[in-house]
């Protein structure tokens, strides 16, 4: 099973985006859903995650910028990202992580969605 992201696209520094994802209701229920991102040359790294219950984790560098979340009734986890900087510019994914550290996933990764951030 692959979750699809959507909602990239090209915006200029400073810039908001808000990309989504959307699973069945037998995989968002249950779990812990997350927003990964991988940039040219670097690893893949947790942009943010929530619980069911609503608690997050984000990565340091989108803390005060980014935020997740998540409309249980439609089984599908946002991303809404402000005051995009150059260096947010990466694919995108939506996955399952195990843990709200994202340290491991349950599911194949998708194509992702690209963001690129540029004047």
């Known amino acids: 099973v692959q979750l699809q992201a959507y909602g990239g696209g090209l915006v200029q520094p400073g810039g908001s985006l808000r990309l989504s994802c959307t699973a069945s209701?037998?995989?968002?229920?249950?779990?812990?859903m997350g927003w990964f991102r991988q940039a040219p040359g670097k690893q893949r790294e947790l942009v943010a995650a929530?619980?069911?219950?609503?608690?997050?984790n984000y990565a340091d560098s989108v803390k005060g910028r980014f935020t997740i979340s998540r409309d249980n009734a439609e089984n599908t986890v946002y991303l809404q990202m402000s005051r995009l900087k150059p260096e947010d510019t990466a694919v995108y994914y939506c996955n399952v992580p195990l843990s709200l550290s994202g340290e491991y996933v349950q599911l194949l990764w998708g194509q992702g969605t690209q963001v690129t951030v540029s004047s």
């Open positions: 929530i619980t069911n219950d609503g608690s997050t």
């Open positions: 209701k037998s995989i968002f229920n249950k779990n812990v």
